[in-house]
């Protein structure tokens, strides 16, 4: 895939009958490669867009298109399969299973999509990330930042070409925040990898091509 696009795309969650509005007519496009960070304070609807963008959740109205296919083309096993074979997803926690070793939990999305790669492969993206010396380990011998690019490598085994990041530095100190930004963003050059980035820090929301923040239920490019 090499495109997602949304229009006019309107969210509203009902909480005990209570409508809240959280995204208002929302058009965006991006495109493999594109360096994409989403601003806004907390509650502005920066997750929300995320989750839309990446199917995990629906538009209350708008629509979604990939490379320039309704969303609503695909049924749910279509949908998780392209999410399988094109999307990565890098959360602020990094959600690893902690009874799983590094390398068990970075090979987690090629056993659901019964894919096989090459040893090598596998190889080359731990060794990317820097964890060859800590592939039998498990999670909890292992620091935030060594956690959050198990989290990178697990993201980048089936070669997506977007890739979600939600606050993927929010649980770290400056200085790992800093290498593991740096590590997203050579990865992304290097592959072509969109990066598709919710995050408050201005340090790496500088990195971007596109920067838009979530205001008043709009998004507009600062
Ligand atoms: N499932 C849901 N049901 C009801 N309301 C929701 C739901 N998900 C999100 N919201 C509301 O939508 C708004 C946007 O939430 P969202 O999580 O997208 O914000 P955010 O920009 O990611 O904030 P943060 O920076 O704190 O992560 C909030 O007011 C939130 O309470
Ligand atoms: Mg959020």
Redesign the pocket.
Known sequence: MNKIECINLSKS?F?DNNK?E?LDNINISIKRGDLVALS??????????LQILASLDAPSSGSIKYDDKLITSFNNSDLSNIRLVNFGFVYQFHHLLEDLTVIENILIPLEISNKTIDKSEVIKIIDEVGLSHRINHLPWKLSGGEKQRVAIARALINKPNFIFL??PTGNLDEDNAEIIQNLLLDISRRYKIALIT?T?DSNFIKNFDKIYK?QDMNLNEV
């Open positions: 969650f909480v809240i959280v806004g304070r907390s509650g502005a609807g920066k997750s929300t867009l939600d606050e919710a408050h979530i």
